[in-house]
T-cell receptor, first 115, second 114 residues
Framework: EAGVAQSPRYKIIEKRQSVAFWCNPISGHATLYWYQQILGQGPKLLIQ????????DSQLPKDRFSAERLKGVDSTLKIQPAKLEDSAVYLC?????????????FGPGTRLTVL | AQSVTQPDIHITVSEGASLELRCNYS??????LFWYVQSPGQGLQLLLKYFSGDTLVQGIKGFEAEFKRSQSSFNLRKPSVHWSDAAEYFCAVGLKTSYDKVIFGPGTSLSVIP
C-alpha cells in the first residue's frame, strides 16, 4: 500500500513570495490533515478535512494560508505571502475515517525555508 | 485548555539500558493517546495507541506505554534500548470531539550512547 505522498520535499523562497505544497493521501482515507512543525517543536494542526469539507481550521493563519481538497482526495496548501516565521516542515497526514481516534499516517513532509 | 507536556526535552541513555519517556496531558475526559517516533529526515511513525481497556499497551519495536488516569500520564517504556532508537519521540492526545482533534506534545529527543 502506498503511503502519503508530498511534494516538493524542499523549498527555499524569499519573504513575500508565494509557495504551494501538494499532498496525496492514502487511497480511501477520508480525513486529511496539514501540520506545521517548527524546528524543535511538535506538529501543530493547521487544517483538517473530512472528505472535501473543512472540520477544523482554527489555527490556520487565514490572511496568508489557504488550503483546498478537491474531490476529497489530493490537497494543496498555499502560503501567500510568506514570512520568515513560516520556515518549518509542513506535514500532511491522512486517516481512514478520522473520528474515534483513528491512526494518522504521515508523509515525509516539505521543508520550507523563507529567506 | 487542552495540552500535552513532555517534561524531558532531551534524554541520553546507553545502549542496552532501559528507557522511560514521560508524557502528561490536561483534558477534561480520558482522551485517545498516542506515541509517535520521528527519525531524522523521516515522517512520523505510530509506535502505539491507547483507546480504552487494558492500560498497558504494547507497540512496535519493543515499546510499551502505560496509561495512568490518576496521574494523567501515558509514559513510554522500553526495557533495552538499541542505537537505532535514537530519534524524536512525540506524545499526542486525541480529543473526543466530533472530529477528534489531535494535539502533539513538544517532543523528547533521545540520544543513544554505544
Amino acid at each position: 500500500e502506498a503511503g502519503v505522498a508530498q511534494s516538493p520535499r524542499y523549498k527555499i523562497i524569499e519573504k513575500r513570495q508565494s509557495v504551494a505544497f501538494w499532498c496525496n493521501p492514502i487511497s480511501g482515507h477520508a480525513t486529511l490533515y496539514w501540520y506545521q512543525q517548527i524546528l524543535g517543536q511538535g506538529p501543530k494542526l493547521l487544517i483538517q478535512f473530512q472528505n472535501n469539507g473543512v472540520v477544523d481550521d482554527s489555527q490556520l493563519p487565514k490572511d496568508r494560508f489557504s488550503a483546498e481538497r478537491l474531490k476529497g482526495v489530493d490537497s494543496t496548501l498555499k502560503i501567500q505571502p510568506a514570512k520568515l516565521e513560516d520556515s518549518a516542515v509542513y506535514l500532511c497526514a491522512s486517516s481512514l475515517a478520522g473520528p474515534r481516534g483513528d491512526t494518522q499516517y504521515f508523509g515525509p513532509g516539505t521543508r520550507l525555508t523563507v529567506l | 485548555a487542552q495540552s500535552v507536556t513532555q517534561p524531558d526535552i532531551h534524554i541520553t541513555v546507553s545502549e542496552g539500558a532501559s528507557l522511560e519517556l514521560r508524557c502528561n496531558y490536561s483534558y477534561g475526559a480520558t482522551p485517545y493517546l498516542f506515541w509517535y517516533v520521528q527519525s531524522p529526515g523521516q515522517g512520523l511513525q505510530l509506535l502505539l495507541k491507547y483507546f480504552s481497556g487494558d492500560t498497558l499497551v504494547q507497540g512496535i519495536k519493543g515499546f510499551e506505554a502505560e496509561f495512568k488516569r490518576s496521574q494523567s500520564s501515558f509514559n513510554l517504556r522500553k526495557p533495552s534500548v538499541h542505537w537505532s532508537d535514537a530519534a524524536e519521540y512525540f506524545c499526542a492526545v486525541g480529543l473526543k470531539t466530533s472530529y477528534d482533534k489531535v494535539i502533539f506534545g513538544p517532543g523528547t529527543s533521545l540520544s543513544v550512547i554505544p
